[in-house]
């Protein structure tokens, strides 16, 4: 008893020391430990599209209810009060940002027609039904008022439609059997041509290739589907400048269904558009713990590899989006998934969906459920949303000091609109391991930008960088970027630190830099400002902070003018 409690005491002892060796205990009282940044600056490894940040709008009524909680309020695109300001400059900001349009209830959803003389009634609440929900319609109306809003708006459209038109569903229940019924569809999208109406891709479908709710479409089916849609598409666009993307699945990834999916279908779509839902049903209790665990946050990596692996494979030309993630299924969950921890699944799953080669990820939503990048009934933005905004403006405000007077919602939307390099640097991260890192090419400036992410509650990570400029027979050459008094010490460095106010993971307020980022009295969404650094010092990442970085001095290969596009 007392040999094991005494040998327990060293071990701890051990410990201790073992820790102080690696860490400091800064001033603050704070553990300190340092790690070292590997990027590859060689070669890129994957391209974002240049609009790779994208939200969703949903069908779902005020009375769809999960564990409880009715949490949509009037957040459908049947009832989204269109002409608030703040959700018009929240979309403005980012000009364009893309939309998805779709959900559940696309598959359930039919579109007035032009001379229509059946009522065109809304969603209603029915246990028995498919999705608990009644056939829905879109008046034309408001198909009207939403593409106003989108032109407004600057927004770049993506519409789901329904395909279990025309199918019945099997004796077993679950497998949807027949030819799309394609007829109300072409009424739409012929309506939507004639009117002038942009939109950016059609989509078929949603989460029906057998792997989410409800009815089951075999991989073959679902390729007949998406040809017959191609030939109506070209058909209907004959003859204009641009043809709309074609999109599907809209679904889980399933290593099965998938590649036979692409492989019949490949030829006609040019965007293979898949779901995640990585972190845990809404009624989950460890939704913190496994948002902030490595991890489990690193098991979507085999899903994102996987469907790479697939297109490449299958020598198509199509690409991947991710066309639905929320994180938190079943609408989310309130002070999780439209708090500051959320922020965390979030952009680490953008980051290393960027790596896989992902053209544009979609956020599960732009406002509705519990998941919402916009507040449901104030549409004042959630944590999440400045990331988005922060992810996009990166480089920009090197680039446009001059336009910093601007408003914030001009200022950001001329952020994103030149954000995001697209070249995606490979890193590796040596050190604690609740520290992920992600680098791009800055976009329309020089050097490069990081995305790095502290999930540890207590230690702070200062972070020196080694870059790789070119390989060599031998050895990689090397760039020791920080703690190098060569450094070109004239060009700052600008970050920005977002944390949660008060410490406060559940907070639905951020800080940047240590201050609160608000909607003003006019409804404009706030600067983004950076602080400016000495190039030369560590880059000092809180506990359970997220941290971007724009460094102006180093310039890779990966990144010079020949393989960035400039715009
Ligand atoms: C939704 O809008 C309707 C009509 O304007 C209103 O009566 C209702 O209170 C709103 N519901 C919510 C949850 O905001
Ligand atoms: C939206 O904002 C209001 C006012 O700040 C707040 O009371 C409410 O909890 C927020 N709703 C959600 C779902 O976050
Ligand atoms: C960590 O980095 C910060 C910022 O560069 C610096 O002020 C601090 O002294 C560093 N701490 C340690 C222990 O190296």
Not at 257 to 281: D, E
Request: some cysteine; aromatic content about 10%; hydrophobic content about 40%.
């Amino acid at each position: 008893m007392q040999m094991a409690s005494s040998f327990k005491c060293l071990l701890v002892l051990y410990f201790l020391l073992l820790s102080l060796y690696f860490t400091q205990i800064s001033r603050a009282g704070d553990i300190v430990e340092e790690g070292i940044l590997y990027i590859d600056g060689v070669s890129s490894i994957a391209k974002i599209d240049k609009d790779f940040i994208c939200a969703t709008l949903d069908w779902w009524p005020p009375t769809k209810c999960d564990y409880g909680t009715c949490s949509w309020g009037n957040a459908s695109l049947l009832n989204l009060d269109l002409s608030n300001k703040v959700l018009v400059n929240a979309i403005r900001a980012f000009s364009p940002l893309t939309i998805r349009l779709g959900g559940t209830l696309q598959d359930k959803l039919i579109y007035q027609t032009m001379h229509d003389k059946q009522p065109c009634l809304p969603f209603f609440h029915d246990d028995t039904e498919l999705f608990k929900f009644t056939q829905g319609c879109l008046p034309l109306s408001r198909w009207d008022e939403l593409n106003e809003f989108f032109k407004k708006t600057g927004a770049k459209v993506t519409f789901g439609l329904n395909t279990l038109n025309g199918k019945k569903i099997a004796s077993d229940g679950r497998t949807a059997l027949g030819d799309w019924d394609s007829s109300n569809a072409e009424s739409l999208i012929r309506y939507t041509v004639s009117r002038g109406y942009n939109i950016h891709g059609w989509e078929l479908g949603n989460e029906l290739n057998g792997n989410g709710i409800g009815p089951a479409i075999s991989a073959d089916q679902y390729a007949c589907d998406i040809i017959a849609l191609q030939k109506l598409v070209q058909d209907i666009y004959k003859g204009k400048d641009v043809m709309p993307l074609i999109l599907a699945p809209g679904g889980i990834f399933d290593a099965i269904w998938f590649p036979k999916f692409i492989n019949k279908a490949s030829n006609s779509l040019q965007v293979v558009t898949h779901h995640i839902y990585s972190v845990g049903g809404g009624d989950d209790t460890n939704l913190v713990q496994k948002i902030l665990e490595p991890s489990h946050l690193d098991e979507e990596s085999k899903y994102l590899q996987n469907l790479q692996g697939v297109l490449r494979n299958s020598g198509t030309s199509a690409v991947a989006w991710v066309g639905e993630s929320g994180g938190v299924y079943n609408s989310g969950r309130n002070l999780v998934s439209n708090s500051f921890v959320s922020g965390f699944w979030y952009l680490d799953q953008m980051g290393m969906s960027a790596t896989f080669d992902t053209k544009t990820y979609c956020r599960q939503t732009l406002v509705g459920g519990n998941y919402g990048l916009l507040n449901t009934t104030t549409f004042h933005p959630n944590p999440d949303y400045y990331g988005y905004a922060l992810e996009a403006s990166f480089s920009m405000l090197f680039f446009s000091k001059t336009r910093l007077t601007a408003s914030s919602t001009e200022l950001i939307a001329l952020l994103w609109h030149r954000l995001m390099g697209r070249n995606v640097l490979s890193t590796q991260f040596q050190g604690m391991k609740k520290l992920r890192s992600y680098a791009h090419c800055s976009k329309s400036s020089e050097g490069i930008a990081l995305m790095l992410i502290n999930m540890h509650s207590s230690i702070t990570v200062n972070i020196s960088l080694s870059v790789t400029v070119a390989n060599t027979n031998e050895s990689p050459m090397l760039l020791q970027v920080t703690n190098d008094q060569n450094a070109r010490h004239e060009i700052e460095r600008e970050e920005y630190h977002l944390t949660a106010k008060d410490g406060d993971l559940h907070s639905q307020t951020v800080l940047l830099n240590g201050n609160e980022l608000n909607v003003d009295h006019f409804g404009r969404i706030p600067l983004l400002e950076p602080v400016r650094v000495n190039p030369s010092h560590p880059i000092s990442i809180a506990p359970l902070s997220i941290v971007f970085v724009h460094i102006p001095s180093i310039q890779v290969p990966a990144c010079s003018m020949y393989t960035r596009e400039y715009m």
